[in-house]
Nanobody, 124 residues
């Protein structure tokens, strides 16, 4: 059974940092590309970042480029999202996803498994 469990969300002030983690089980983690998406109230789910199976390729949404960094530790079956210089518009539920391909993907339909999400709230 595949499980993706996010953690690390919380309430912070604008300009603060958070590091999200997503622990995977039931998958051959080292063979899967991983992604982070987010969904704000009343809005559609949007792409945030993705990383290939080896960590060698990453992509970011324009809105987070230069502020967020995705990484992975295949020995720990975990993917991370370091979020710096947070803004109120970053407020959303952040959701981890796994793709049964080695190459990273920017679209939600490319992913096969999803976590439940972790809430990030940034106050101004």
């Amino acid at each position: 059974q595949v499980q993706l469990v996010e953690s690390g969300g919380g309430l912070v002030q604008a300009g603060d940092s958070l590091r999200l983690s997503c622990a995977a089980s039931g998958v051959t983690f080292g063979s899967y590309a991983m992604g982070w998406f987010r969904q704000a109230p009343g809005k559609e789910r949007e792409f945030v970042s993705t990383i290939s199976w080896s960590g060698g390729t990453t992509y970011y949404a324009d809105s987070v480029k230069g502020r967020f960094t995705i990484s992975r530790d295949n020995a720990k079956n975990t993917v991370y999202l370091q979020m710096n210089s947070l803004k109120p518009e970053d407020t959303a539920v952040y959701i981890c996803a796994a793709r049964r391909e080695r190459n990273s993907g920017k679209y939600s339909w490319q992913y096969d498994y999803w976590g439940q999400g972790t809430q990030v709230t940034v106050s101004s």
